[in-house]
């Protein structure tokens, strides 16, 4: 039975899918849902005059985290799931290192979270953080494949 349940999101088509599979296990399993996007904030960025408009470009960042991160409680709220929400900010590290430490830090005994299914070069291009969460974390992981995706 599983107790604790985190659930990474980043307000795509994917990560909704997971996101679902997460509301339906917490409910079934009467299991805490936490919630965490991760902002990397390790992007510079050129605006119009090729000057680093970083601190721009992560308060955007941020504000975009706070709407995913507010949307994804909102619908685990509807589902009937009181979900704890965190968002974590990252200089640099990738996504799937901060995922897998959120999850030891609260001490989850499931990760839940969509994956696009990607093979071959699509994944070699675009990398899978889903896939660096199987390899470096403890913690059981379950991944929701997106049907949608064209590959």
């Known amino acids: 039975m599983y107790k604790r349940i985190l659930c990474p999101v980043d307000g795509s088509q994917t990560s909704n899918i997971g996101l679902q599979e ?26 119009m005059s090729a000057d680093f408009n970083l601190p721009y470009m992560i308060e955007m960042l941020r504000e975009n985290g ?6 994804a409680s909102a619908t685990a709220h509807k589902s009937g799931i009181k979900a704890d929400a965190k968002t974590i900010e990252s200089a640099g590290n990738r996504i799937s290192f901060n995922i897998v430490a959120e999850a030891e830090q609260w001490q989850a005994d ?5 994956t696009h299914g990607l093979r071959g070069v699509s994944r070699l291009v675009m990398g899978s953080d889903a896939e660096n969460v199987l390899r470096t974390c403890r913690v059981p992981l379950l991944l929701v494949k997106d049907t949608h995706v064209k590959r």
């Open 110 to 114: 499931l990760i839940v979270m969509g």
């Open 22 to 47: 997460a509301i339906r296990l917490a409910k079934n399993q009467n299991a805490q849902l936490h919630l965490i996007h991760v902002i990397d904030t390790y992007m510079p960025v050129l605006d």
């Open 66 to 71: 706070a709407r995913v991160i507010d949307k």
